[in-house]
T-cell receptor, first 114, second 113 residues
Framework: DSGVTQTPKHLITATGQRVTLRCSPRSGDLSVYWYQQSLDQGLQFLIQYYNGEERAKGNILERFSAQQFPDLHSELNLSSLELGDSALYFC?????????????FGPGTRLTVL | AQSVTQLGSHVSVSEGALVLLRCNYSSSVPPYLFWYVQYPNQGLQLLLKYTSAATLVKGINGFEAEFKKSETSFHLTKPSAHMRDAAEYFCAVSEGSNYQLIWGAGTKLIIKP
């Protein structure tokens, strides 16, 4: 158990819909990262927050947005969903913002768009 | 731009045999290098990392990796494979703390009984 929690574990929805994925980092970690993992694109970094502020952006679509709240939990919002958005979405956390910090991954949310 | 190449999307070895998973990177400066492992239906976890100390890095579960600057490589090895090592392994590189990790495509390790 990494100490990172993600809810829900599974999510099934229809095209065009909007969903919210939630992540609680390990106690004491200030950085939260979001990743998308799919068979065709592999592991893709989406976005990083550090202590409530956006720190880095990766391959995140404009239809996707995220935020980190004062209690440090984070939410990833996916809207106007398409079939291609079906994937595993991982949240990770680390103590600091630098890339040398070990990232601790949650168990993931499996999103299926029908 | 940084890039990471993991040679072989699938590697199959017999139980007890040497495991060798290859990772090559491109970087203009000494990088931070990582190996993460993903067991089936789980998130990733850190196996080991190189941060410019010793070039031979020992990790968990008997794995180690050697940083070779001249070859821009950071291959992962384990002397004797166990069935429990069956997983997907990811190499990642960063040029510095201000830069994001760049992830390799992953290598699935298959262990034959």
């Amino acid at each position: 158990d990494s100490g990172v929690t993600q809810t829900p574990k599974h999510l099934i929805t229809a095209t065009g819909q909007r969903v919210t994925l939630r992540c609680s980092p390990r106690s004491g970690d200030l950085s939260v990262y979001w990743y998308q993992q799919s068979l065709d694109q592999g592991l893709q970094f989406l976005i990083q927050y550090y202590n409530g502020e956006e720190r880095a952006k990766g391959n995140i679509l404009e239809r996707f947005s995220a935020q980190q709240f004062p209690d440090l939990h984070s939410e990833l919002n996916l809207s106007s969903l398409e079939l291609g958005d079906s994937a595993l979405y991982f949240c990770a956390s680390s103590v600091g913002w630098g890339s040398y910090n070990e990232q601790f991954f949650g168990p993931g949310t499996r999103l299926t768009v029908l | 731009a940084q890039s990471v190449t993991q040679l072989g999307s699938h590697v199959s070895v017999s139980e007890g045999a040497l495991v060798l998973l290859r990772c090559n990177y491109s970087s203009s400066v000494p990088p931070y290098l990582f190996w993460y492992v993903q067991y089936p239906n789980q998130g990733l976890q850190l196996l080991l990392k190189y941060t410019s100390a010793a070039t031979l890095v020992k990790g968990i579960n008997g794995f180690e990796a050697e940083f070779k600057k001249s070859e821009t490589s950071f291959h992962l090895t384990k002397p004797s494979a166990h069935m429990r090592d069956a997983a997907e392994y990811f190499c990642a590189v960063s040029e510095g703390s201000n830069y994001q990790l760049i992830w390799g495509a992953g290598t699935k390790l298959i262990i034959k009984p």
